[in-house]
């Protein structure tokens, strides 16, 4: 079985903070980790993943995420938020034809 | 190259009634997975359809049933609506099946008064 926990329902950052959203995985096979973004009244959209290829993975909009076996986890950062960062993101495992599970989101918050 | 289309994007019902959705995949896809997204929540896997049949399924009744077509296109349909089906519900297409690499469609938001 697989599932997927994303610590801290909100988190708040100020402009040019670095962002640290917290995702932790529990899977049976080695797993693809995913993180989306989705912005107001729009659908997902993704950021990066991990399908056992390179640990550290780049994403789009300056999005990182590096893959640690050894905690399970799958943790997102970037290095200076910007107030076009708030958002929620959702993290998200699966592997081959399993269905992908999501976690319950991180609504991120960037003031100036 | 248009992306996952959905209609409508958005939809008021009244308890006891029946809805569909609908959803076209991306050009190139063959797969298309349904979510439902509940407010504050994260997506939740409804079905996914494959070469017109559903191929998986997660933990939801009967009432929701989908079809999908030999273009690839896809309903969504709920019968005998509760207020607490009110949520967005999203398309996600893909090819072959696998959800590597899942393009979503903006949603379906879905009100039962």
């Known amino acids: 079985a697989q599932s997927v926990t994303q610590l801290g329902s909100h988190v708040s950052v100020s402009e040019g903070a670095l962002v640290l959203l917290r995702c932790n995985y529990s899977?049976?096979?080695?797993?693809?980790l995913f993180w989306y973004v989705q912005y107001p009244n729009q659908g997902l959209q993704l950021l990066l993943k991990?399908?056992?290829?390179?640990?550290l993975v780049k994403g789009i909009n300056g999005f990182e995420a590096e893959f640690k076996k050894s905690e399970t986890s799958f943790h997102l950062t970037k290095p200076s938020a910007h107030m076009s960062d708030a958002a929620e993101y959702f993290c998200a495992v699966t592997r081959g034809y399993n269905k992908l599970i999501f976690g319950a989101g991180t609504r991120l918050a960037v003031h100036p | 190259d248009a992306g996952v289309t959905q209609s409508p994007t958005h939809l008021i019902k009244t308890r006891g009634q029946q809805v569909t959705l609908r959803c076209s995949p991306k050009s190139g896809h063959d797969t298309v997975s349904w979510y439902q997204q509940a407010l504050g929540q994260g997506p939740q896997f409804i079905f996914q359809?494959?070469?017109?049949?559903?191929?998986q399924r997660g933990n939801f009744p009967d009432r929701f049933s989908g079809h999908q077509y030999p273009n690839y296109s896809s309903e969504l349909n709920v019968n005998a609506l509760l207020l607490g089906d009110s949520a967005l519900y999203l398309c996600a297409s893909s090819r072959n099946r696998l959800n590597e690499k899942l393009f979503f469609g903006s949603g379906t938001q879905l009100s039962v008064l």
């Open positions: 359809y494959y070469e017109e049949e559903e191929r």
């Open positions: 991990y399908t056992s290829a390179a640990t």
């Open positions: 899977s049976s096979v080695p797993p693809y």
